[in-house]
Nanobody
Framework: QVLLEESGGGLVQAGGSLRLSCVAS????????MGWYRQAPGKQRDLVAF???????QYASFVNGRFTIYDDNAKNTVYLQMNSLKPEDTAVYYC?????????????WGQGTQVTVSS
């Protein structure tokens, strides 16, 4: 089992910045990639960005250079630096990890952290 704990959400004005953090914990697990998804009310959950254990990154097109994902492997932590936030970025942001615990690879999810951007 892999537990993911997010922090860093909150309320910010348009044009502002937030940094989300996600720490993975458990025993005997191995992470392939970690990332962030978001879900606005009434909408599907969409990928925001992910980073692999080799350091490769991928971003959704709507990020458009505003967000940066990076990690600290020693701390099993992934960060999402979000700049130039827009009201349409308002959503619950979920941390995701694709990891092996025991003999099985699986997706793990955090509880989510609310990001609200006011206009």
């Amino acid at each position: 089992q892999v537990l993911l704990e997010e922090s860093g959400g909150g309320l910010v004005q348009a044009g502002g910045s937030l940094r989300l953090s996600c720490v993975a914990s458990g025993s005997g697990f191995r992470i392939n990639r970690m990332g962030w998804y978001r879900q606005a009310p009434g909408k599907q959950r969409d990928l925001v960005a992910f980073i692999t254990n080799a350091g490769s990154t991928q971003y959704a097109s709507f990020v458009n250079g505003r967000f940066t994902i990076y990690d600290d492997n020693a701390k099993n932590t992934v960060y999402l630096q979000m700049n130039s936030l827009k009201p349409e970025d308002t959503a619950v942001y979920y941390c995701n990890a694709f990891a092996m615990a025991g003999l099985t690879w699986a997706d793990y999810w955090g509880q989510g952290t609310q990001v609200t951007v006011s206009s």
